[in-house]
């Protein structure tokens, strides 16, 4: 999908609402420098993720994958002065080079990776009773995807904010006796999402200079709701 309409697309809007400047560009340069894949989220999406920041006063956000620090990049200039987000990442060269994106991008003092299991990090959060995130960007490997979404509802508030990237993976999602486990992850977490009492949820199609994918976007209720 790169030189079709949807991705000229992508690029006008991006040139109108979502420009990258040099630090994000060399991020995107020092993944294929370090031959780690380009699986970052589009500037698009690093806007998007602003957006919904802004809209629900994110102060603290947890992003779980890291890659390269790019949609981390995004989302932490978007916190105030004193906000914080927490990054995931299992792999430790990944993580170094989000480390040095970040610096460069001025970044540091409002972000912190940790290398590690998502999972393990999640659990620890929640023993710990870390102070509620208002955004968790869910966005590591995909056959978890159900487990990391019912952790990050644990580590949020009412109003809270859950984003989940690769959910609909070219529609291969329709394949219901598919034995890839990547989109047998996000088929059984996009099912959970049908009874999930605890979140109002929906999942928008995402076309462009990317893959043809999705994200889930889900708040949690109120106790009332
Ligand atoms: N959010 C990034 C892209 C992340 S790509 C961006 O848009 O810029 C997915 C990342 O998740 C990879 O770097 C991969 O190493 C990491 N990952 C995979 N499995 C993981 C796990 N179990 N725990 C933490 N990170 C994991
Ligand atoms: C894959 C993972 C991603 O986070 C992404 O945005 C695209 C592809 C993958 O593991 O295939
Ligand atoms: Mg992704």
């Given at each position: 999908?790169?030189?079709d309409?949807?991705?000229?697309?992508d690029?006008?809007?991006?040139?109108?609402?979502?420009?990258?400047?040099?630090?994000?560009?060399?991020t995107?340069?020092?993944l294929?420098?370090?031959?780690?894949?380009?699986?970052?989220?589009?500037?698009?999406?690093?806007?998007?993720?602003?957006?919904?920041?802004?809209l629900?006063?994110?102060?603290?956000?947890?992003?779980?994958?890291?890659?390269?620090?790019?949609?981390?990049?995004w989302?932490?200039?978007?916190?105030?002065?004193?906000?914080?987000?927490?990054?995931?990442?299992?792999?430790?060269?990944?993580?170094?080079?989000?480390?040095?994106?970040?610096?460069r991008?001025?970044?540091?003092?409002?972000?912190?990776?940790?290398?590690?299991?998502?999972?393990?990090?999640?659990?620890?959060?929640?023993?710990?009773?870390?102070?509620?995130?208002?955004?968790?960007?869910?966005?590591a490997?995909?056959?978890?995807?159900t487990?990391?979404?019912?952790?990050?509802?644990?580590?949020?508030r009412?109003?809270?904010?859950?984003?989940?990237?690769?959910?609909?993976?070219?529609?291969?999602?329709?394949?219901?006796?598919?034995?890839?486990?990547?989109?047998?992850?996000?088929?059984?977490?996009?099912?959970?999402?049908?009874?999930?009492k605890?979140?109002?949820?929906?999942?928008?199609?995402?076309?462009?200079?990317?893959?043809?994918d999705?994200?889930?976007?889900?708040?949690?209720?109120?106790?009332?709701?």
């Open positions: 999908m790169n030189s309409i949807f991705s000229q697309v690029n006008y809007i991006s040139s109108l609402l979502a420009p990258e400047d040099a630090v994000l560009k060399a995107i340069s020092s294929d420098v370090a031959n780690f894949p380009q699986m970052s989220v589009s500037a698009n999406q690093g806007k998007f993720l602003q957006v919904m920041m802004i629900c006063g994110a102060k603290r956000v947890l992003e779980l994958g890291t890659l390269g620090g790019y949609s981390t990049i989302m932490a200039r978007a916190l105030p002065e004193n906000g914080k987000l927490i990054t995931v990442e299992i792999d430790a060269a990944h993580g170094e080079l989000a480390r040095q994106n970040i610096e991008a001025g970044l540091s003092n409002k972000v912190e990776v940790k290398i590690g299991q998502a999972m393990d990090i999640l659990q620890t959060l929640i023993a710990e009773k870390a102070e509620p995130f208002d955004l968790i960007f869910i966005d490997d995909k056959p978890p995807y487990e990391y979404f019912e952790h990050a509802i644990s580590l949020s009412p109003g809270s904010v859950i984003i989940c990237d690769n959910v609909i993976r070219e529609g291969k999602v329709l394949e219901a006796t598919t034995q890839d486990e990547k989109v047998k992850g996000v088929q059984r977490l996009n099912e959970s999402l049908k009874n999930n605890l979140v109002t949820a929906t999942i928008l199609q995402t076309v462009g200079v990317k893959e043809y999705g994200m889930v976007v889900a708040v949690v209720n109120r106790n009332d709701h």
